[in-house]
């Protein structure tokens, strides 16, 4: 039971992450928003995400390696599940890293005259953001995968595994046309 609870809160947390990784890449997408639009957006989703997406972040990756932990027996799961958890660390360390300190100029900007290097500031966070909104969402694909599998008597075998690769594959092909 108790592996159950933790496969439904690392299930549910990571599509509450990637989901809203997903919305900001839908409504803060810059491309068409001139100055001062962008900038009264941006700030927006800033007040709204930051309170939450990092603590979000933080108990999804707890969630995701402790089933790995409890799947640490079945092999195929484990790899999947670690695996999971790397792409939502990558997406952490991209928000921490870089869109987080730009977020942090962005806050104190006044919509009327945003400074002169706005435009790069603005591509540079959008280019990571596709990145990490990509990692989070290939970690939450591994996390169905792993789910899927769990309790198959399928996922004793490596074979299991590669029979994923095509779902995998077609989702990163996918993630890249829209990059």
Do not use: E, K
């Not at 039971?1 to 990637?18: N, R």
């Not at 809203?20 to 995400?49: E, K």
């Not at 995701?64 to 799947?71: D, E, K, Q, S, Y």
């Not at 799961?77 to 928000?95: D, E, H, K, N």
Request: charged letters at 10%; proline letters at 4%; hydrophobic letters at 55%.
């Amino acid at each position: 039971m108790l592996s159950f609870i933790i496969d439904f809160t690392s299930l549910l947390l990571s599509a509450l992450l990637v989901g809203a990784m997903f919305c900001a890449w839908l409504v803060l997408n810059p491309a068409h928003l001139d100055a001062s639009q962008y900038v009264i957006l941006q700030q927006q989703g800033i007040r709204t995400l930051h309170p939450s997406m990092p603590r979000l972040g933080t108990l999804t990756i707890a969630a995701t390696l402790a089933a790995a932990f409890i799947a640490r027996h079945d092999r195929p799961r484990l790899v999947l599940l670690v695996a999971a958890a790397i792409f939502f660390i990558i997406s952490g360390v991209i928000t921490s890293t870089v869109n987080m300190p730009i977020n942090a100029s962005v806050i104190h900007w006044a919509s009327s005259a945003p400074p002169d290097n706005w435009m790069q500031l603005r591509d540079q966070w959008w280019r990571w953001h596709r990145l990490r909104a990509t990692s989070g969402g290939a970690g939450l694909a591994l996390l169905i995968i792993a789910t899927l599998l769990r309790n198959d008597a399928s996922t004793q075998t490596l074979s299991s595994l590669r029979s994923c690769r095509p779902l995998f594959s077609a989702f990163m092909q996918v993630m890249s046309l829209l990059l």
